[in-house]
């Protein structure tokens, strides 16, 4: 059964306090890892997507990355606008669009 | 494009009770597909379909029914609502294969079962 899991559950980081989150997976034969972001009351919002292991993407202040068996979500310099739940999520199987998400890990971003 | 869209915003049911959560796509999109999130367990998958008369299930689908006669539109149907239906549902959408297949969420719905 594939699994996902998030660390850690939260997070309080000074503002322009850099760290990273980290998701693990278990899955058989990986299409794809996602990275979204869910502001509170809202749907979740893309950000990433991750192929292969060793494939690194970046916007503004976020890069994630991906091995065989963990991706991170390097968060550089944040701001309070940051704060939010990050959610991880795969894609496996053959011809398979379904997702399987990690629980999420609520940043905040203290000024 | 107004992206995935869900109505109602939110609702509050008595046990017993039914009622259609209503999403809709403008994108085209060829997969659909239906969540809940409940506070630490993630979101799972209720429904999904791939095109227009095809749905199967998910992780979560027990009192739930979905029907798919457009491209467009997605309805998921709580037949005779449970407290244990309390939930936030998501509607998502997104093309099939290919490299741009990333999911785009709707706003959701706060779901009260009473």
């Known amino acids: 059964e594939d699994q996902v899991t998030q660390s850690p559950e939260a997070l309080r980081l000074q503002e322009g306090e850099s760290s990273s989150l980290n998701c693990s997976y278990t899955?058989?034969?990986?299409?794809?890892l996602f990275w979204y972001r869910q502001d509170p009351g809202k749907g979740p919002e893309f950000l990433f997507t991750?192929?292969?292991a060793g494939e690194e993407k970046e916007k503004e202040r976020l890069k994630a990355t991906l091995t065989k068996k963990e991706s991170f979500l390097h968060i550089t310099a944040p701001k309070p606008e940051d704060s939010a739940t990050y959610l991880c999520a795969v894609q496996a199987g053959q011809g398979a669009q379904k997702l399987v998400f990690g629980q999420g890990t609520r940043l905040t971003i203290n000024p | 494009n107004a992206g995935v869209t869900q109505t109602p915003k939110f609702q509050v049911l008595k046990t017993g009770q039914s009622m259609t959560l209503q999403c809709a796509q403008d994108m085209n999109h060829e997969y659909m597909s239906w969540y809940r999130q409940d506070p630490g367990m993630g979101l799972r998958l209720i429904h999904y379909s791939v095109g227009a008369g095809i749905t199967d299930q998910g992780e979560v689908p027990n009192g739930y029914n979905v029907s798919r006669s457009t491209t467009e539109d997605f309805p998921l149907r709580l037949l005779s609502a449970a407290p244990s239906q309390t939930s936030v549902y998501f509607c998502?959408?997104?093309?099939?294969?290919?490299?741009?297949?990333?999911?785009?969420f709707g706003p959701g719905t706060r779901l009260t079962v009473l």
């Open positions: 991750l192929y292969s």
């Open positions: 998502a959408s997104s093309y099939v294969g290919g490299l741009y297949n990333e999911q785009f």
């Open positions: 899955v058989s034969g990986l299409r794809g």
